[in-house]
């Protein structure tokens, strides 16, 4: 397990970075990213290349016992480039082009811009083809940040013809998949196409959903130029890319066959401000959620299976939520823990020191601005020190996840109040509340190692999908339902039979009627003998074959199945069709949990959570209180002890299930 940081040395006279790379090693740093935003600097005028200072600071972290990270430069091409061919640039859905003078403001379907990459990126990756010192690439920065995935310029236009025509063949195709008799908006040829721009209402729902798909589509091609250049440089390389946190237009699973592993940047205190439904508590405030950052871990580990790494994580405080109170004492150390229980095998803080100059200036860095270390470099240098070597992550759990689904229900959310991350966070959250491991996978990925799968708004099915999910219940497999599944077909369009369509047949209950609720009304259910509350979206549901195990406690819908459960084949189906609040959501997953004999802790304090990787247990307490853990007596603990305080964290050799946190 290795700590890094991501160092910008064109921001500093070249007389420091010595002295800067000599404090990354006495820290115990083993990765250095570079480069991610230096086109500028590396070639200053067309064809003028300056990989000289580059050079220099690749061979100091070389001779100081690191490795170097480098990254394609093109998230932020120079001016001259941009006058030249100002056809790269981005548009916004009334035209208006997204100029220079930030990042990320160049289309990923530009032919021109494809022509520079190829260019630049060759360049870079002859330059370094034969430096040992070299690990590995991170390809361009955070692909669709600040809202950049989709773009509406002709280059655009033109792709997403060509998309359409090669999926449809025919256009008559196309209008029958749409559905485009409703409001006449039939189509005559695939040149009558265009992006969905601004209109007086909204747009129909099968063409938006296909314009997101071929958006992300557009950055999943981009990024596979950048990936093949550089293997065909040394495909010794590894190559990966930073994706981020409840990130909503890109699809990481469709990049993820051109990437050895995947890559996410976490900043926790910025998240829970900014892309979190609810205030944040003042505890989370100065240390993030753990199962929002935990969920983003786990997306990331389960695209491929395998261990990833925190490209950026957050050092102290920084420049972009709305507020940014300083991170508690000893959070950084905490952080990185969280990340490698969850199967990161590299976390690399951003960044080294806090610049003078530009747009990020009130971003820590592990050192403050005048080179001094940073409340950070402490809590790394002691992360660094703590760390060891360990195998991935086993989970028994998978949650499914699917960005189609997330833009279905987004495109028609049918209630302000409807988020698709929070939703699977309901599940998930559970999931983690009892010290079980999940991944969150792909419906298409082979769940036949999976106990348990929690298939939460699993909105957009066919009859494959559902063959697949019979195939794994009827092998001993448990799935549980969550509301709004089976609704609509992949073209985004409903069923002509009760919901959930091709997957009534396996969960045996249909969806009579639903609903979405604000707060203001009474929404809640008995399971189990007992009553708990739900929010945002309920279901009436038939059964059929499936038996109801919970039931309507209020409304319109009381005493009408909420809840079912049905044998099929050696497994079992339990559909929920409400949006769980975390009591109800606690007894669905630890009932299924136990039904398919999968281990588990009592449900943990709210801000404690307990991670097992290769034997050993981290307890992870996000919150100020101290806990108390009683593990068995032959447990030995390798970090910490009985007692953690707030915001600290313990790891033993013990499985997680043994523990007991209180």
Known sequence: MSIGVCYFPEHWPSERWERDVEQMAEAGIDYVRMAEFSWGRVEPARGEFDFDWLDEAVELVGDHGMEAVLCTPTATPPKWLVDERPGILQADRDGTAREWGSRRFTCFN????????????????????????VAGWQTDNEFGCHETVRCYCEDCADAFRGWLREKYRTVAALNDAWGTTFWSQQYDSFEAVEPPR???????????????????????????????????????????????????????????????????????????QDRRQGD??????????????????????????KPFWVMEQQ????????????????VMRLWAHHAVAHGADAVLYFRWRRCLEGQEQYHAGLRKADGSPDRGYRDATRAADELFDLDPVDAPVAVLHDYENLWATEIQPHSPDWDYWSHLRAYYGAVRRHGVQADLVHPGADL????????????????????????????????VFGARTGLKDPANKLHDAPAPGPLADLAGATVDQHES??????????YGGERYDYRTWAEWLSPDEATAIGTHASGVAEGRPAVTERAVGDGTVTYCGVWPEPPLADALVSDALDAAGVPRTDRLPESVRVAERDGYAWVTNFGSDPVEVSAPAAAEFVVGDESVDGFDVAIVEAPAADLDVS
């Not at 972009?320 to 000893?330: D, K």
């Not at 348990?452 to 019979?470: E, G, I, K, T, Y």
């Open 315 to 330: 050092p102290g405080d920084v420049n972009w939520p709305p507020h940014a109170p300083q991170p508690a004492e000893g």
């Open 110 to 133: 530009s032919p021109a811009y494809r022509e520079e990459t190829e260019r630049v990126v060759r360049a870079f990756a002859d330059r370094y083809a034969a430096d040992p010192r």
């Open 448 to 479: 036949g190692d999976y106990a348990v799968v929690f298939a939460p708004a699993f909105h957009l099915a066919d009859d494959s999908r559902a063959a697949a999910l019979r195939a794994y219940v009827e092998g001993g497999g448990r799935v």
């Open 198 to 272: 601004p209109t007086p209402a909204e747009q129909h729902p099968s063409r938006l959903l296909d314009y997101y798909r071929f958006a992300s589509d557009s950055v999943a091609e981009y990024n596979r130029l950048h990936a093949d250049l550089l293997r065909e440089a040394n495909d010794d390389w590894f190559v990966t890319h930073n994706f981020m946190g409840d990130f909503r237009s890109l699809d990481a699973h469709s990049l993820s066959d051109d990437l050895d592993f995947l890559s996410w940047d976490s900043y926790p205190t910025g998240f829970v």
């Open 517 to 526: 609720l604000p707060a203001s009304l009474d929404a809640t259910v008995e």
């Open 280 to 305: 944040p508590t003042a505890d989370e405030l100065r240390a993030g959620d753990p199962d929002e950052v935990g969920m983003n871990h786990d997306l990331y580990r389960g695209a491929k299976r």
